[in-house]
Each structure stands twice: as C-alpha cells, then as structure tokens.
C-alpha cells in the first residue's frame, strides 16, 4: 500500500482518535449535543493539527529534543489563536457555541500526540496528510455522535426541525457517554470484522487457516507452539 494512502487510513480509520484511541473526549462529550456543533469542533482541529504538524516538521531538526514538548505547545497555541481570531471575525455564532473548548484546544491530546509522535520525525507532505486524516477522522466520529444526540434529544438535523418527539437523556452528560460508549463498540466490532475478513483472505491466499482477529495471519497455534 502506497505509504500516503496507509497514512491517511491509519487517521482516518485504522487509529480513528475518537471511537479507536478515545482522545479528546471532553471536546467530543460536550459538543456533540448537535451535528453543527461537532462538525464545527473537528474542523477547527483539523485546522489546527495540519498547520501545527507542517511547522513542527519544518522545524525537527532545528527544535532541541530537550525543549521539544514546550516547543510544540507554543506553535500549537500560535495556530489556535490565529483560528479563533479568524472564526470570531468569520464565523461568530459558532465561535459563541464553541466556548471554552476552543481554547482549550492548546491542550488537546490528539494534536500534541501528533506532533510528538508523527510531524517531529516525518517530512511535511507526510506530517501534513496525516493531520489532516486523522482531523477529519476526529469530524467525522463528532459529526455521528452529534447527529444521533441531535435526532433523538432534540429532534432535529444540522438545526432543522424534523418532529417534536424527544428524549432529553440524550442531550445530558450521561447522554453523551452512553451516545459514545455504543459508538465506540459498534466502531470496535465493524473494525475487528472487517480485519479478520482481511486476515482470512490472506490465509486462504496462502492456504492456511486464520485463527482469528486477534491472531497473525498465516500462522497457526500449532506452528507457534
């Protein structure tokens, strides 16, 4: 596989931060409670995790490895109060919906997890395609969740109302672990099926039994005992 295209899946599916790393997880609890919301919160990160991955790869080899996290928050931050400059001259509403979770944004794990373990050792185009993967695989995850908490708390679509029948549970906290917590087992089943359907073709190219999703394909128990 083309090492851009595996890039771009690992973000995307394969190390989804959301329903596979579980990161960010205040942003995805509290804004959630509509799809707009959440759309508005991933781009934002996305924004931020493809500028910030480009100049910290940039830097690598200028940033001393012993200053190297407090290097990263300052260009995470720089990126972060560029974007709530722009979204508050551009876009007000959502920059008033979003709150302190822009900010806080700064902090976020998925964009220092990034920059420490992807951009800080890989050229730009690489550094960039991965923020932008794994940003839009953060979207992606708020937008479901803040879709399905939407239809039934409140009983709308991207802020169109579709029917008065509601159920406020989904619009509290507990809500929102419960919205997560199924979103992350269907996401874990789908997931590993799929990797064992993977696995099986595999073995059976190579004629020999898979074991399961959790073992190495085209090799049994047997021949590792």
Avoid at 62 to 80: H, Q
Avoid at 157 to 181: E, N, P
Wanted: overall charge positive; hydrophobic content about 50%.
């Amino acid at each position: 596989m083309n090492k851009y295209v595996k890039t771009a899946v690992d973000g995307l599916i394969t190390n989804n931060a959301t329903f596979k790393l579980v990161l960010g997880t205040c942003a995805t609890l509290a804004l959630t409670t509509s799809a707009i919301n959440g759309v508005g919160m991933g781009l934002s990160v996305t924004a931020v995790l493809l500028l910030s991955n480009v100049v910290i790869s940039l830097l690598r080899k200028v940033i001393p490895n012993t200053v190297r996290i407090p290097a990263f928050i300052v260009i995470i931050a720089t990126m972060v109060t560029i974007l709530r400059m722009a979204l508050d001259k551009f876009l007000p509403d959502l920059y008033d919906s979003m709150g302190v979770f822009l900010p806080l944004i700064v902090v976020n794990c998925i964009i220092l997890g990034r920059a420490e373990a992807f951009a800080s050792k890989q050229p730009v185009l690489d550094s960039a395609i991965d923020g932008v993967a794994t940003g839009l695989g953060f979207t992606a995850a708020l937008t479901i969740m803040g879709v399905i908490r939407e239809l039934l708390g409140s009983g709308s679509f991207f802020g169109i109302q579709l029917w008065d029948f509601k159920i406020g549970f989904f619009t509290s906290s507990a809500g929102a672990f419960f919205v997560y917590g199924m979103c992350i087992a269907l996401f874990t089943l789908i997931s590993n099926r799929v990797e064992y359907a993977h696995r099986a073709r595999k073995a059976r190219e190579l004629r020999v039994p898979a074991e399961g999703p959790l073992d190495a394909p085209g090799i049994s128990a047997k021949e590792e005992a």
